[in-house]
């Protein structure tokens, strides 16, 4: 069963970000896969030696996005 997608936007980048991205289908949303996601994606970013910061991006009118970041613990730039 496909709950929704997420991944790494490429390999870290010279300056050592990488971008991480999700999408979960709507019958999915607000039980807490989103959240798991964004960890585990972050989990395996650190494990890295080349990463030294992991960056995300959502529309500013995306609130369930930007809240699942929030709560992963990223911090709105």
Do not use: K, W, Y
Request: with cysteine.
């Amino acid at each position: 069963m496909t709950i929704g997608a997420a991944g790494f936007f490429g390999p870290p980048a010279i300056d050592g970000s990488v971008e991480i991205g999700f999408s979960i289908l709507p019958g999915f949303r607000r039980q807490g896969f989103a959240v798991e996601i964004v960890q585990a994606l972050v989990a395996i970013a650190c494990a890295d030696p080349r990463v030294t910061c992991v960056v995300a991006r959502c529309a500013v009118g995306n609130a369930g996005s930007r809240a699942t970041l929030e709560h992963a613990a990223f911090r709105r730039e």
